[in-house]
């Protein structure tokens, strides 16, 4: 039992608030190369990104796995982001770094969505069965691409908020 759950509901559980979380990450990142930011669809991201990587260290584990290294890069991430957030209000310099650690913590809930992917759906896990076939690469750099090419661009659109203003 995980948080009163069984095994696969609190997978299913973990699932529904991963997929939210990427569904999220859209208009986020929509927004962001419009330099806007919309309030909800930001608090909305942020939290159910956070509770991703944290219900992702309730699975029982015996050791130290990948996701594990995956959710603690993202729990940092996400960390810097909401301060550069909430503490300095996105201003200035701090929009940026929020930005980019947005589109990182975003970037870290796909990588792990490919990697699931793989292991789940059959027709992917033919492809790539252990997951260091050139299927799975492509695809995870493909991803990578992606995101590095929207983050640029996010970062060059989105204007600081100057200091002083609300």
Not at 15 to 40: C, E, Q, T
Request: glycine share 8%; aromatic share 12%; with cysteine.
């Amino acid at each position: 039992m995980i948080l009163g759950m069984s095994l696969p509901v609190f997978t299913a559980f973990h699932v529904i608030i991963s997929l939210a979380a990427l569904v999220a990450g859209f208009p986020l990142v929509a927004g962001f190369l419009k330099s806007r930011d919309y309030k909800y669809v930001t608090s909305s991201f942020l939290a159910l990104t956070t509770a991703t990587s944290v219900t992702g260290f309730l699975f029982p584990a015996t050791q130290l796995l990948p996701s594990h290294i995956t959710g603690i890069v993202s729990l940092l991430v996400l960390a810097v982001a909401g301060a550069a957030m909430g503490f300095f209000e996105c201003r200035g310099f701090w929009r940026k770094v929020y930005v980019v650690g947005a589109i990182i913590a975003f970037y870290l809930n796909a990588f792990a969505a490919v990697v699931q992917a793989f292991l789940k759906v059959p027709a992917l896990n033919a492809l790539a069965p252990t997951g260091t076939e050139p299927p799975f690469l492509v695809a995870q750099v493909a991803v990578l691409i992606a995101f590095v090419a929207v983050g640029v661009v996010a970062v060059k659109r989105i204007h600081p908020i100057a200091p002083g203003v609300a």
